[in-house]
């Protein structure tokens, strides 16, 4: 399989877009829960274009020769949402400053544990999705994870850049998620399949 292909390239960058859009409507809202509905617009987004969001695709990726294109859709996935931070950081970094300044409060293995529980999250999101069809099945898990506080790497990108934080703690908070949240949807994608046989 071709890494960096045109296509590869769009539908990773385009879906770090869509997950900075949906950023942005949740820091601007001023309930948590509706701007957790709205942010689930993000991941339909992604769904609806078949885009390439690492969070959605790292539960299926088995293989060794997986390894660089997960790595490669990541970045773009952050580049994109970096983007769309940058952009509203111009109106809105105090906000993206209160929501960073609060992940940094917590140490790195509850990080990787939030992340965790929001790669199950997302990976409840895709699943569910395939096999109802209802945008109803990704706001729920969309939604449960924002409620709950849990690390999702790409939007995180997105509320650094927006706070303009390029620190060295942001780039391991950002690593640590990126990690944790492979970790939860991949165990929860065997323990899954198991149970289907």
């Not at 990541?74 to 993206?96: E, H, K, P, R, V």
């Amino acid at each position: 399989m071709k890494v960096f292909t045109k296509e590869n390239t769009l539908k990773g960058f385009l879906a770090g877009i869509f997950i900075g859009l949906g950023g942005c409507v949740f820091l601007k809202c001023p309930y948590k829960e509706v701007g957790a509905f709205l942010f689930a617009c993000g991941l339909i987004s992604v769904i609806l274009f078949k885009l390439n969001l690492y969070t959605g695709k790292v539960a299926y990726a088995r293989k060794f020769k997986d390894i660089p294109n997960l790595v490669y859709m990541c970045i773009l996935n952050f580049i994109g949402a970096g983007i769309i931070g940058l952009m509203a950081s111009t109106y809105m970094q105090d906000s993206a400053l209160k929501v960073v300044e609060a992940k940094f409060l917590v140490d790195y293995w509850t990080v990787f544990l939030k992340a965790m529980l929001c790669g199950v999250c997302i990976y409840l999101a895709v699943e569910l999705y395939k096999k109802s069809q209802s945008f109803i099945t990704v706001i729920m898990p969309v939604m449960l994870f924002i409620a709950a506080g849990f690390e999702h790497c790409v939007a995180n990108a997105f509320y650094f850049a927006a706070a303009r934080c390029f620190t060295l703690d942001a780039l391991v908070f950002s690593v640590v998620g990126f990690l944790g949240n492979a970790a939860g949807s991949i165990i929860l994608d065997i323990l899954i399949k198991n149970v289907e046989k």
